[in-house]
């Protein structure tokens, strides 16, 4: 065995804590290099574009990486995806990186998106119909932001809005447009720029999602639609008005060959229900423009003026000049111009709200005498009228005299009634009192009978009571008559001493044969006693 020798193990111990003070400054700096040099912080509302230094090379008909993401990303050049807001490493080496602040639409616009990427669109197609193809994409973007690796033009100017970019590392062009807005009142004419072609190209209206307009309107509100897919018109459903004579002259020749002129006013609108038909039908290709499309004015040209025009020219060839200045062939003219007018715009989807003529004008040379002659016709009549609206004053007074002596009549029977419904009911309510007073008296006299009954009896019983008591006292008197042998001298007088007896304690009197003392005699048996001398004494009673 050989020798332990400590030199050697103080010399690999030295080792070893080299070897680990430099594997830990090693990690320490690759840690700092790490940290300061993979690391990609992507501030708020920014995303960052990614492209691959290292990896398979790109065929000649690519522009960008085919990879969909960038965990599987395997080929060199720009990225597909793009990184959000957040903090992220990535090998230096491999990546290199640039930060974009994310795509903006205003509140008033939105984005049509142009892919720059992908295979070539196939043949008579402009919109791109898959994630494979460049082209527009049909879908736009709303008002926000989004993380989308693209430029934002305008779409006028074709100018760069926001910041510009000193690389050309994008892989989509947004182009900024209004969105269609549809006032109160007006239709929204759709139009399919992109479908499939129909099956009958010579319909006005096609069916839905087919190329050309659409049978189908839009109501007032906002859309975001793609204008390079669909295209709106909106045309006004409100009620319009306008005068004849804007139109040009209305004049016509009579029945015996004067020329008529008139002028009037008509109120009309589109159906909305038939706006499309109506617009694809009378709609000039000059007119033909993205917005709000003034329509009326091809409306009045094509069907409002010929159908006035017809109608004045055949109505008119029937009817003489000076019938035209009487009231009932005038008025008579005008409701039949207000119906066929109105027939016949409504089976070419306009609606007449209202069609009149102020003025019919007949050439002077004729109008004057008609004119006159027809004032005195109107005169004759007003005074035939005055004449009867008088008479009718006279008949209607008399029968308002008499309305009115009905009424007073009426009045005075209504007080008689009145009176004597109240006089009845006061006599009702007098004899219903008297009533109640009777039965009250009757109540009363049954109650005073009762008290003399009661009061007779009781003094009847006490009158019992008493000569009860009188029978007793009577007995008792008798009884004590009896003890004194029937005398009654003798009670009397028995009850007289008993009675004053306890008032007396002694008798002085001065002589024995004092009449006083004759009141004692018939106590004593004046045979057997002697009489005692009386010494006079004080009494003190």
Known sequence: MKEYDPKAKNLLIKFGITGL?????????????????????????????????????LTNDQEISPDPNLKEAIHKGLQREVLPEGRYFYNCYN????????????ADSMGVR??????????????????KHKGIIEEVLKPGRYAINAIVIDRVTKETIGRPRTKSDYIEIIELW???????????????????????????LVAANH???????????????????????????????????????????????FPITLDGVIEFRVIPETAAQTYVTYNDVSNDQVGSTAIAEEIINKVIMPNARAFCRLRGSNTSAREFIGGETRAAFQEEFQRKITETCKEQGIEIVQALITTITPPEAIAGPLRDREIAVQKKG?????????????????????????????????????????AK?????????????????????????????????????????????????????KRSVDAFGGDGSGFGRYVLYQKLAPGFRKIMTNTADSPLMRVFDNFVDETQVAPRPVT??????
């Open 211 to 257: 190329r050309g307009p659409q049978e189908a309107t839009l109501d007032e509100g906002t859309y975001y639609l793609n204008p390079y897919t669909i295209r709106i018109n909106a045309i006004d459903t409100r009620s319009l008005r306008f005068d004849l004579s804007e139109g040009g002259d209305m004049m016509f020749p009579s029945k015996d060959g």
């Open 95 to 106: 990546w290199d990186w640039e930060i974009y602040p994310m795509v903006e639409i205003p």
């Open 114 to 131: 142009i892919r720059m990427y992908g295979e070539d669109l196939p043949p008579g197609d402009f919109m791109s119909t898959s994630e």
């Open 382 to 422: 007003q005074y035939k009228q005055e004449t009867l609206q008088k008479e009718q004053e006279a008949v209607l007074a008399t029968e308002t005299a008499l309305i009115e002596q009905k009424k007073d009549l009426v009045t005075a029977d209504r007080e008689i009634v009145k009176k004597i419904t109240l």
């Open 536 to 541: 006079p004494e004080l009494s003190d009673n």
């Open 425 to 477: 009911q006061e006599q009702g309510v007098a004899l219903e009192q008297a009533e109640r007073d009777k039965e009250v008296a009757q109540e009363e006299l049954e109650a005073a009978k009762d008290q003399a009954l009661a009061i007779l009896a009781k003094a009847r019983a006490e009158a019992a009571v008493i000569g009860f008591e009188n029978v007793a006292d009577a007995a008792g008197w």
């Open 178 to 204: 209004k969105p269609k807005v549809i006032p109160a009142g007006y239709k929204g004419i759709v139009t399919n720029l992109a479908g499939p072609m129909p099956e009958d190209p010579n319909q006005l």
């Open 21 to 57: 003070f430099l594997a830990g400054l090693f990690l320490v700096v690759s840690g700092y290099v790490v940290y300061s040099q993979f690391r990609i912080d992507v501030p708020a509302k920014h995303f960052a574009v990614l492209t691959r230094k290292t990896g398979i090379d």
